[in-house]
């Protein structure tokens, strides 16, 4: 059983390989490149990595737009290349997940193209369209700001068509039952070539029955659990990770009865109050947003992440939260997107290396698997002078040689960053692997902590109540073993005093540094936490000083 989980212990570092590693010297990162820096993710104790779509495309909208799902786009190499890449990847006992992009394609793909060629055209019920105009035709807009409608009259066609993004994806209509056979044809075709699964991106609006007008959507979880058990068939121990940004209340819905939906899911509930703490020092929101989204399931887990390739998506906090994280970490307008997040890097925002470490520290600690971004591990910055959200999408800063040791090209797919002190002669991997104390080796350090505390993937966790309201206190049990990991969210230090009642609970063991906390006579444990401090300890059972929910 637990072999087939594997994801309940992993560690995913999510890459787009356009921006990651050049070999041929085209100023674009290809599958070639990747398979050489392997190694580099195999020694920071990487063991999944999650692709960016990497298919044919028009590359309007970072390969999201795809007009062939069975293959390779040129720029990366060929389907020898990934099949090469993943012979690499097995040998060093890293699994590959992919980006299952099917909500839509790109309007370039032959289906659109015939679908609109004529009514009578096989695959013109495989998109959604609509003779009149629709009365929502500008509503409903996933880019508030710089997308203006999302049903597009098309001339050839004679029709308005639905995109629930922008108008050169043309939204796929699920409810083809031609479609969802597809689908699972796509997933099969990529499980044979040894993928360990796929985000699915945009879970929501695949499910989502969509039709002119104001009719309210149903959502087709059937559909999900169509996917979900096709996967299993083909290979037993392959996942599903959901991009679904849904209230707690609606992602018991997605996981499934008994676990039988999505097996990992993206928590941006849990993510945005994460940021909402590190910009105000308030825990409680956040503690309130881990209980609001326990998973009761075993099968079924979180994945956890701070910044991925979008913005940082802060819709869910209330007006007065949302303002608190702007003006802490994007008080300037040009660092906001989409009238809801913001488009920086993680360690530009938080501005220094203790609270970056501290954020990490948390991620790493909840309920779930961590997703680290690429550059993330070496604090690389953003460029803002990039639109939307290509400021965090900038090449890999491998070195101080030319173009960050990304590429011998001149023009690249994005510029690298150059100036300032997120510039690569100052931020790389080269000069951080010989400094002990660099961010990179301290990252290192906590992966290999994470994969030692099985308790956190496996066991059962508790708030334990610190009587403080800067303090986060977790604790995990699993298996007789436990856990004790504490936050300190405040710039100031702070101590806690936790009294274990049981002569058992004595002696807590620091996991990061030699370090031994004895109880005092009255059983009471002091516990000092720097500035944005955080302590791992291991433990007995502490079950009487959980947070009664």
């Not at 992919?98 to 009578?120: C, G, M, Y």
């Not at 899911?265 to 910009?279: R, T």
């Amino acid at each position: 059983m637990t072999e087939e989980l594997w994801y309940k212990n992993a560690i995913i570092y999510s890459l787009d390989l356009e921006t990651f590693m050049d070999v041929n010297g085209d100023g674009v990162g290809d599958f070639e490149g990747l398979a050489r820096r392997l190694d580099y993710l195999h020694a920071m104790g990487i063991d999944t990595v999650w692709l960016a779509p990497f298919q044919p495309t028009p590359n309007k909208d970072n390969g999201y737009d795809i007009k062939d799902y069975y293959g390779v786009d040129p720029r990366h190499g060929s389907s020898g290349n990934f099949v090469e890449f993943m012979h690499q990847a097995n040998k060093r006992g890293i699994k590959v997940i992919i980006d299952l992009v099917v909500n839509h394609t790109s309007d370039q793909h032959p289906w659109f193209k015939e679908a609109r060629s004529h009514e009578d055209s096989k695959y013109r019920d495989w998109y959604i369209w609509s003779k009149e105009r629709p009365s929502d035709w500008n509503e409903g807009m996933v880019f508030p700001g710089v997308q203006e409608e999302t049903w597009t009259y098309d001339e050839k066609a004679k029709s308005y068509y639905f995109h629930r993004f922008y108008s050169f994806q043309p939204d796929l209509n699920i409810e083809n039952p031609a479609v969802r056979e597809e689908i699972c044809r796509i997933m099969g075709f990529w499980l044979e070539l040894g993928v360990a699964g796929f985000r699915v991106d945009a879970v929501p609006f695949i499910l989502e029955t969509t039709a002119p007008g104001k009719a309210t959507p149903e959502m087709r979880f059937e559909y999900l659990r169509e996917m979900r058990r096709f996967l299993q068939w083909r290979r037993g121990d392959a996942i599903l990770l959901g991009e679904a940004n849904v209230l707690p209340e609606d992602s018991k819905a997605y996981f499934g009865h008994e676990g039988s939906g999505i097996q990992l899911m993206f928590n941006f509930y849990v993510n945005q109050y994460m940021f909402y703490a590190l910009a105000t020092g308030d825990i409680g929101p956040l503690q309130e947003a881990l209980e609001e989204t326990r998973v009761e399931f075993p099968i079924s887990q979180w994945a956890h992440f701070l910044r991925n390739h979008d913005e940082l998506d802060l819709g869910r906090l209330t007006e007065e939260q949302r303002q608190k994280v702007f003006a802490r970490f994007g008080p300037e307008e040009h660092m906001q997107l989409y009238e809801r997040g913001i488009r920086r890097r993680l360690l530009p925002m938080l501005g220094n290396r203790p609270q970056t470490e501290m954020a990490y520290s948390l991620m790493f600690s909840l309920p779930g698997t961590p997703v680290i971004r690429y550059g993330d591990e070496i604090g690389m910055g953003d460029d803002l002078s990039l639109e939307e959200r290509k400021a965090v999408r900038t090449p890999m800063q491998w070195s101080d040689d030319k173009q960050a040791g990304f590429s011998t090209a001149d023009k690249l797919v994005h510029p690298v960053i150059d100036k300032g002190p997120y510039a690569y002669r100052h931020i790389n991997v080269e000069n951080q692997r010989r400094e002990p104390d660099s961010l990179l080796n301290w990252m290192t350090t906590l992966i290999r902590l994470r994969q030692e505390c099985t308790e956190i993937g496996w066991g059962d966790w508790q708030l334990i109540d610190t009587d403080d309201a800067n303090v986060l206190g977790m604790h995990y049990s699993w298996q007789g073993s436990s856990l004790l990991i504490f936050h300190n969210f405040d710039e100031k230090a702070h101590e806690i005093v936790i009294n274990l009642k049981s002569e058992k609970e004595t002696k807590l063991i620091d996991l990061m540094v030699k370090y031994t906390s004895e109880a005092d006579a009255k059983g009471r444990h002091h516990i000092t936490l720097d500035a944005y401090g955080y302590r791992w300890f291991r433990a007995g059972d502490l079950s009487h000083l959980m947070k009664k929910g």
